[in-house]
């Protein structure tokens, strides 16, 4: 009988769930809301889960936010789960199932998944980058999602876009138009859209809306949006010099996010000659179901 797997994405919303095939085929999937208040309330978010799959799988493979040290199964951080620190998340996890369990970060499972059987399946290198909130995803290196010593690589949220502001005003919370993320995360270009309406508030939709109305304010976002991210994709690929770059997050479904990228890329590669090369641009294969099989990749990767 085939093996399957239980994988588990920890969402500051929702806690997803799969069962997958030994493939990565997702075979059964649902939700339940993140409780994500105490480790008591979330870990009986996931006695919730186990009481409803039941034991049909041979193992339980997480994704979640925050520094994760797969290897010896600690959540440094935890993003939403703000009381996850130093949290022995694989035995706590593996606690509520019985099962072997693995513990990964979310961006590094989108990653995963993408170099399992999605976007960069066929390179040797690559980065996904999951423009959300900020900005997540994983650097592949060799074939391999790149962890970095501590487990932080990756998290290209962090990019400073002024060293002078940087200097003077700081880094993170305090000074958020210093970080890429600002700009080229989902939150970040629809807020610009939002001051150029005069709105209070804007989302996705209503950017892409008006897009589709051939909205000239929306237009000149997606343009912007396209040499923010250019120019963060040169500054990494200074360092990487990786064959492509996969974009997903909610946005990238539409396909002019990754059309606008693509052809901010080509521009600023030409038009300023680097010692490395232009890299690819494509758009991630798989969407809200990348950490999910991400999570089995790293699980079954483990043996």
């Not at 059964?28 to 919730?48: C, M, R, Y």
């Not at 880094?171 to 138009?177: A, D, I, R, S, Y």
């Not at 010692?275 to 089995?296: D, K």
Request: glycine share 14%.
């Amino acid at each position: 009988m085939p093996k399957k797997y239980l994988a588990l994405d920890l969402g500051g919303t929702f806690i997803k769930y799969g069962l997958l095939s030994e493939d990565g085929v997702i075979q059964v999937q649902g939700k339940v809301p993140a409780p994500t208040s105490t480790e008591q309330d979330t870990l009986g978010g996931l006695e919730q889960i186990r009481d409803m799959v039941g034991d049909v799988y041979e193992g339980v493979a997480v994704s979640m936010p925050g520094r994760i040290d797969t290897t010896r199964g600690i959540a440094h951080t935890g993003g939403s789960y703000s009381w996850a620190k130093d949290w022995p998340a694989e035995s706590r996890v593996s606690s509520v199932f019985g099962k072997p369990t693995t513990v990964a970060n979310d961006g590094k499972c989108a990653a995963q998944a993408e170099l399992w059987k999605g976007a960069l399946a066929d390179v040797d290198s690559g980065v996904v980058l999951v423009l959300g909130t900020a900005v997540g995803g994983g650097i592949v290196l060799n074939h391999k999602v790149w962890m970095g010593v501590s487990g932080g690589a990756g998290e290209l949220s962090n990019l400073t876009t002024s060293y002078k502001s940087a200097i003077e005003r700081g880094v993170g919370f305090k000074n958020l138009p210093v970080l890429w993320a600002y700009h080229v995360g989902a939150a970040g270009v629809t807020e610009q859209f939002a001051r150029r309406k005069g709105l209070e508030h804007a989302d996705g939709i209503m950017l892409f809306e008006a897009y589709d109305r051939f909205d000239e304010d929306a237009r000149a976002v997606l343009e912007e949006f396209g040499r923010w991210l250019a120019v963060g994709i040169l500054n990494v690929q200074a360092v990487l010099d990786v064959e492509r770059y996969a974009i997903g997050g909610g946005i990238s479904a539409r396909p002019e996010v990754t059309q606008y990228a693509s052809r901010a890329v080509k521009r600023l590669f030409v038009e300023n000659p680097m010692p490395f090369s232009t890299p690819e641009i494509v758009t991630c294969r798989f969407g809200n179901e990348a950490n999910l099989i991400g999570a089995l990749g790293f699980h079954l990767s483990r043996g």
